[in-house]
């Protein structure tokens, strides 16, 4: 969606960190999300984050939140060819409401 | 544990034509939604339910109709099909503070 922005593209070394960003506008918007698309597949939720948060961490997976800039990322450790795939982005004003997501951004692990 | 079931997988159809896409949930939740996945766009909502009952629009409804039957089912309609509405179509659904869950999707290309 319009209100929500990523980069279209990311190509990481196998073993490598990725680092995904994503911008958003709407201030209101108190939840954060980044779910991941594998080919054919539908989305599976990877992490949230309340606006309330500067970072969140599970296992390979760090978000960090800077609300005053708007701007949220993703951070994958020790990048594996597993992790190839479309991640969004999407935001909400309250965690069981409508979603507006980015556009996704395509990650492609190289050997 | 199905989560969130959408049938069909794949469909084709031709212009002019209609047909009911059809999801349900065993999770008891009560909101439910219709997306949208065009490629560089991310996900777009069509229409949503947040409880049994009642249902809204959201950002691109035009062409389409749904219906809540229960709590575990809500259906998306294209009365007649056009070549513009050819995507995936995801549906999602979560409980009160929840995120969503969705499903795997519906591949629906219009000739």
């Known amino acids: 969606g319009e209100d929500v922005e990523q980069s279209l593209f990311l190509s990481v070394r196998e073993g490598d960190s990725s680092v995904i960003n994503c911008t958003y506008t709407d201030s209101s918007s108190t939840y954060l999300y980044w779910y991941k698309q594998e080919p054919g597949a539908g989305l599976q939720l990877l992490t949230y984050i309340f606006s309330n948060m500067d970072m969140k961490q599970d296992q390979r997976l760090t978000v960090l939140l800077n609300k005053k800039d708007k701007h949220l990322s993703l951070r994958i450790a020790d990048t594996q060819t597993g992790d190839s795939a479309i991640y969004f982005c999407a935001e909400s004003i309250r965690n069981d409401y409508k979603l507006s997501f980015g556009a996704g951004t395509t990650v492609t692990v190289r050997a | 544990n199905a989560g969130v079931t959408q049938t069909p997988k794949f469909q084709v159809l031709k212009t002019g034509q209609s047909m009911t896409l059809q999801c349900a949930q065993d999770m008891n939740h009560n909101s439910m939604y219709w997306y949208r996945q065009d490629p560089g766009m991310g996900l777009r909502l069509i229409y949503y339910s947040a409880s049994e009952g009642t249902t809204d629009k959201g950002e691109v409804p035009n062409g389409y109709n749904v219906s809540r039957l229960n709590k575990r089912e809500f259906s998306l309609r294209l009365e007649s099909a056009a070549p513009s509405q050819t995507s995936v179509y995801f549906c999602?659904?979560?409980?009160?503070?929840?995120?969503?869950?969705f499903g795997d999707g519906t591949r629906l290309s219009i000739l």
């Open positions: 999602a659904s979560n409980g009160s503070n929840q995120p969503q869950h």
